[in-house]
C-alpha cells in the first residue's frame, strides 16, 4: 500500500486553457470520459492512456457524465441549461434536452439505455425516457425543499431522493410511488443536510454524504424492508475524520464494494476505508494548494481517478518487476559473477542432455478455439442476464507524422480523394448537428430560455483609495549648495576658463615656433 501514486496525469485541452471539472469511467473501465469548463468532453482510452475522441458538447462547462450500460451513448448536463445524448461511435449528439435552470447531475439508468434521472437546480428531478415522456418525482411538501439529490439504486427499481433537511424517500421508478422513508439525524437529534447518495456496483450497501462531516453506510434491504411511515434505520457504518473534521466533497465504493473512497473538500486528499472493519487503510496526498472537484473508483481494479486543478490525476498501484515468474530458472544478480560455461553449451547436437521418451499416443495436431469469447467473471451481473452488445473501444486512425524512407506515399489522386472524404464528413457532421432533436423539459411556472445565459460573475470588491504623496526632492545642505554667480557688467561676454586657458597655451606654442 506504499507503492500508491499518481501514476499518469490526463491532461486534455491544457494548451488552450480549459480545465476538467468532472470525470466517469464506463461499465468495463476501458474509456474515461472527462468534462471541461470550456464545454467540450474528452474521452480517454484507458490502456493506450491517449485520448480517443473530443466532443464539442456545451458552450458551459460541464458538471455531471453518465455511461449507459452498454457503452454506446453518454449523458452530459451542464451550466447551460441542457443536457445531451451522444452517441460515442460516431461522435453524434442525438437528442438535446433544454431545462429552466441549470443542471447538477444527471444518471442513466443502471440496466435501460432510454432512461435517465436528472437533478436541476432548485427545482424537482425528473426521470425522462428517449423518445417518450417525462415524469417528475414529488418531494416532501412539509419542508417544502427542492434542492434534492437523486440517485437510481444498484438495478435501477427504485430511485432514493435525499434534501438538505436529512429525509431521504424512496420511490418505485416505475410509477414513482412512495415506498418509504427514514431521517438521517446526528447524536443530538438534530437534522443534517444530505449532499449525495452513492450505490455499491455489488451488494446492497449505499452511502450517504451528509454535511455534518460523517459518512453512514446503509443495508439497502433493511431499508426495503421498512414500508408506510417514515422509519428509523440505523447506519451500517460511520465514517468520519475525528482528527481534522473534514468536510466530503465527494464519495464512491470501490468496483468490488469492500472499501470507500472519500475525497476531502479542503485539499487535494483522498481517504480509504475499510468497508467491513471501518479501519481507515491509506490517506493519499495530492499537490499542496490544489481543490479537488471528483473522484471516481475503477470499476474493476484497484485504480482512483482524481480530478483537481483542471487535471485528470490517475492513482495505481507501483507493481516490482518479478522476472522469475516468467522464467523460473531465472536468477536475479546483486552483482556481476563470472559465467561459467559448459563444455557442451554451443555445441549444434547437445551431448549432455538427457534422452527423453517418445510418447506415441502424444497429439501433435489440436484444435484451438480463438474465435469464441469467454465472459469476463469480473463484469457478469448474477442478477441480469446480460448478452447484447458492448461498446469497450474506441477505434481510431494512427497518424504518421515523420514516416521513415521507404514508407508507403500517397499519390496525388489518393490525397485529392482524401480531402474529399473530410470535407463530406465535414458536412455530415454539420448536418447531424442540425438533426439535433431539441426537446423542451417544461415546469409549471418556469420558462425556458431561447438562448443558454450567461455565466454571471461575482463584481470584483472596490479597493480603497489611498492617496499617494507626491515624491519631492531633498533639500540639500550646505555643502551640496551651488556656488553664487558672479557679477559681470553686462556688455563683457562671459568667456570659459577652460577655453582661456587652452588659447593662452596655443597661443605661447605659437611664440615658441616662431623664435
Known amino acids: ?86 452517441e460515442v461511435l460516431k461522435g453524434e449528439c442525438l437528442y438535446r434536452y433544454r431545462f429552466p435552470s441549470p443542471i447538477l447531475r444527471v444518471q442513466f439508468h443502471p440496466i435501460e439505455t432510454d432512461v435517465f434521472l436528472v437533478c436541476p437546480m432548485k427545482l424537482r428531478p425528473v426521470l425522462v425516457k428517449i423518445k417518450g415522456e417525462q415524469k417528475h418525482i414529488s418531494f416532501d411538501e412539509e419542508g417544502g425543499e427542492q434542492n434534492i439529490f437523486a440517485s437510481f439504486d444498484r438495478l435501477g427499481q427504485r430511485i432514493f431522493t435525499g434534501n438538505s433537511r436529512g429525509k431521504v424517500l424512496v420511490f418505485d421508478s416505475n410509477s414513482l410511488e412512495l415506498l418509504t422513508s427514514f431521517q438521517v439525524t446526528t447524536g443530538s437529534s438534530t437534522t443534517t443536510g444530505i449532499k449525495s447518495i452513492e450505490f455499491a456496483r ?18 439497502g434491504d433493511l431499508v426495503k424492508a421498512t414500508k408506510g411511515e417514515p422509519q428509523q434505520v440505523e447506519p451500517v457504518q460511520k465514517l468520519q475524520d475525528l482528527v481534522n473534521r473534514t468536510q ?51 470499476p474493476n481494479r484497484p485504480i482512483i481517478a482524481s480530478v483537481a486543478s483542471g487535471v485528470v490525476s490517475v492513482w495505481a498501484q507501483t507493481h516490482a518487476e518479478n522476472w522469475s515468474a516468467y522464467a523460473p530458472n531465472f536468477k536475479e544478480l546483486d552483482e556481476n559473477e563470472e559465467y561459467e560455461e559448459r563444455e557442451s553449451e554451443f555445441d549444434i547436437s547437445d551431448e549432455d542432455k538427457s534422452v527423453e521418451d517418445k510418447d506415441e499416443n502424444r497429439e501433435d495436431n489440436i484444435d484451438v478455439d480463438v474465435v ?50 473530410k ?28 438562448n443558454p445565459p450567461e455565466l454571471v460573475t461575482l463584481p470584483k470588491k472596490s479597493e480603497p483609495k489611498v492617496k499617494i504623496p507626491k515624491p519631492t526632492a531633498p533639500k540639500p545642505t550646505k555643502d551640496q549648495l551651488p556656488p553664487p554667480p558672479i557679477d559681470m557688467p553686462l556688455d563683457i561676454p562671459h568667456i570659459d576658463k577652460t577655453s582661456q586657458l587652452f588659447t593662452e597655451e596655443r597661443i605661447h606654442e605659437d611664440d615658441n615656433q616662431m623664435n
Request: hydrophobic share 35%.
Open 248 to 298: 466530503w466533497k465527494k464519495c464512491c465504493f470501490s468496483g468490488d464494494a469492500e472499501f470507500i473512497c472519500a475525497g476531502s473538500a479542503r485539499q487535494h486528499d483522498l481517504y480509504i476505508w475499510d468497508m467491513a472493519h471501518g479501519n481507515l487503510v491509506k490517506i493519499l496526498h495530492g499537490q499542496k494548494g490544489e481543490h479537488l472537484l471528483d473522484v471516481v473508483w475503477h
Open 1 to 86: 500500500s506504499s507503492g500508491i501514486n499518481a501514476e499518469w496525469p490526463l491532461r486534455p485541452g491544457l494548451e488552450s486553457g480549459s480545465m476538467t471539472l468532472t470525470c466517469a469511467f464506463n461499465r468495463h473501465g476501458s474509456l474515461l470520459a472527462a468534462g471541461s469548463n470550456d464545454g467540450r468532453i474528452v474521452i480517454f482510452d484507458v490502456i493506450t492512456r491517449g485520448i480517443a475522441r473530443f466532443l464539442q458538447a456545451h458552450v458551459h462547462p460541464v458538471c455531471s457524465l453518465s455511461w449507459s450500460r452498454n457503452g454506446f451513448l453518454l449523458l452530459s448536463g451542464s451550466m447551460d441549461w441542457t443536457i445531451s445524448v451522444w
Open 372 to 421: 469464441t469469447c469467454d465472459p469476463i467473471k469480473a463484469y457478469i451481473d448474477s442478477d441480469i442476464e446480460d448478452e447484447e452488445e458492448i461498446l469497450t473501444f474506441i477505434p481510431i486512425t494512427p497518424e504518421i507524422e515523420d514516416p521513415e524512407d521507404g514508407f508507403w506515399a500517397m499519390t496525388e489522386e489518393e490525397v485529392t480523394n482524401l480531402e474529399k472524404m
Open 423 to 450: 470535407q463530406e464528413e465535414k458536412k455530415h457532421q454539420e448536418e447531424l448537428q442540425k438533426n439535433t432533436k431539441i426537446v423542451d423539459v417544461k415546469y409549471e411556472g418556469h420558462e425556458i430560455p431561447e
Open 202 to 219: 455489488k451488494g446492497s450497501n449505499f452511502l450517504v454524504n451528509s454535511s455534518d462531516r460523517i459518512i453512514r453506510v446503509y443495508d
